[in-house]
């Protein structure tokens, strides 16, 4: 049993994903009505919690590295925080190098997944700040195990993946995703090689999306012009 996951993600036209990049909002069309919409839409579906990846979560947490002599050499098992109630703010950071200093993110509690390799004095650093942490297998890299462990250990029933682009497409290579919810900003990017909704970093010629299909099964225009897609995941 795993949570179910909606791929939750804002857009330009041409599927990019970081706005200080986009054209400026048309005439008279507010850009902050349009910067509300992903809060709005992510409220809206009652999650149990969101997950990001390494990077991503870098630049929400802020926090510094510490040093911890003599840390304890302990198992490398799931550690349960005091969550207190609260969402999940998860990140998938196998080398364990996102530094926190509290046990939060915007208020949600922190839950990283981790590589069974980092070290003793890292797992240290995680305790001492109140952050609950998983394992995904040696390398960090079973994310099906990870995704049971979170419903199992935490109770997760639904959950919002919310990138980048190659977090999410590792979730579609293993067949993670059940569904997408996108944004799509009256704007555009337009460079080449910037990240977009899905960034599979894979082989050439691997198609991680190979077995599934999108159906959609919802379309609205919210304020300002922003059109939101919702597209339910099917396994072929």
Known sequence: MRP?????????????????RFTSAAAGISPA??????????????????????????EMAKGSERTIANAAKVPREPHVANRNSRKLAITIDPSGRVHYGKDNVGGDHVVTILGEQVSDAYLAELREDGVSYIFAGAKGDDLASAMSELATIFGVRKLLLEGGGRINGAFLKHKLIDEFSTLIHPAVDGVAGTQTIVDYDGPEGDRPGAGQALRLISCETLEGGMVWLRHAVERL
Do not use: N, Q
């Open 33 to 58: 009505v349009l910067r509300g919409h992903y809060e709005k839409v992510h409220d809206s579906f009652g999650a149990d919690g969101w997950l990001v990846g390494r990077k991503t979560m870098s």
């Open 4 to 20: 179910y996951i909606i791929c939750h993600m804002g857009t330009s036209i041409d599927g990019r994903l970081h706005p200080s």
